[in-house]
């Protein structure tokens, strides 16, 4: 079959293999070293690779990628694969899954094992949203096969998790509150107090236009008449008008005379 560089050429192909599929039709003819008709998986060590690098290596593939992976064993650590890249590492999550025949529910044909791809070095690291699912061969059907095993590989299948817009709208809810928090904390004193005292003269000022107008209007003179106090008893008897009136003839007979002659 030609193949036009990464992709073959057949219009409107989709590969989307069931677990099934992937374990008992196209891990199992690896494995055993039958020969595939088709070739849409190839052989890679993807953990030289950085998981957003491997799209571009695969032979097909939209969102999900497929690749027969050679089983790296770690010295010196019990026989536990190497799952360490340039910049990270991918860690298992969860216990190992058994997939079962759909038409024989009692035979097991693989196991299916799920990691996270982690960027940094274990055991600290930041998650990301890379994700793979790791299929191999039952050990004991590996142990009990009457047909020799050829290569010990694994089938490894590396997508990307798909994030929700009601989890992109949290993150950016998120975001807008933590940068929110961070600008009304990380605000100086000195421009607090600038601002503060800024408010509090551009308040202040009307008032103290006001207080100086209050001022210059009780401070202004005012003209008020003159109070017209009476007269004691004694200096009433003193203005000329009352002493013209004043008859002799009255003083020998007024109560007041002697009073009126001191």
Known sequence: M????SQLDLPGFRFYPTEEELLDFYLRRVVL??????????SLNIYRHDPWELPGLAKIGEREWYFFVPRDRKSGSGGRPNRTTERGFWK??????QIRKAAEPGRVIGVKKTLVFYRGRAPRGTKTDWIMNEYRQPEANSASSAMPL??????CKVYRKATSLKELEKRAAKEEDAKASQ????MP???ASNSDQENYQSSSAPMDCDVKEMKQEVIRPVNLPELQVPMSGMEWMQDPFLAQLRSPWLDQWSPYANILHF
């Open 33 to 42: 070293g039958q020969k595939l008709h088709f070739d849409v998986i190839g």
């Open 183 to 186: 600008g009304y904390i990380s």
């Open 92 to 97: 298992a999550t969860g216990s190992d899954r």
């Open 2 to 5: 030609e193949r036009r560089g």
């Open 189 to 191: 004193a000195d421009s």
């Open 150 to 155: 050829k290569e010990d590989v694994v089938l």
